[in-house]
């Protein structure tokens, strides 16, 4: 995979508080509106295959919808068991409506 920014989807439909899931070359990823500042996982919960897309937004912590694990969105990092594996995160950038995200 290249290590350049790649289209992923539209700002307009990530609005503020709202999760998203977007796949790319067959993985699956969480866009995560913060504030209106974008961030980037991998989609599925480390301590057991769900999609983090369909639970909740807190703040900046997303919440599983199977086991109640929740992740900071900044830094990948679980804040609440059962889940004590960090998830991929990835950087991202907006350009107008555009987001943007780094796959290297």
Sequence with gaps: MSDE????AELSKLGPGKLLRIVVD????????????VFAT????????ASLSTGALHG??????????RFNV???E??????EK???T??????????RLRLG
């Design 26 to 37: 067959g993985h699956a990823y969480m866009l995560a509106n913060v504030d209106g500042t």
């Design 78 to 83: 679980p804040s609440e068991e059962p889940a």
């Design 42 to 49: 991998d989609d599925m919960c480390t301590h057991e295959d």
């Design 86 to 88: 960090a998830l991929q």
């Design 60 to 69: 900046d912590c997303v919440s599983c919808p199977l086991h109640g694990s």
């Design 90 to 99: 990835y950087e991202t950038q907006v350009i107008g409506d555009d987001i």
């Design 5 to 8: 920014f790649v289209s992923v």
């Design 74 to 76: 900044r830094t990948g």
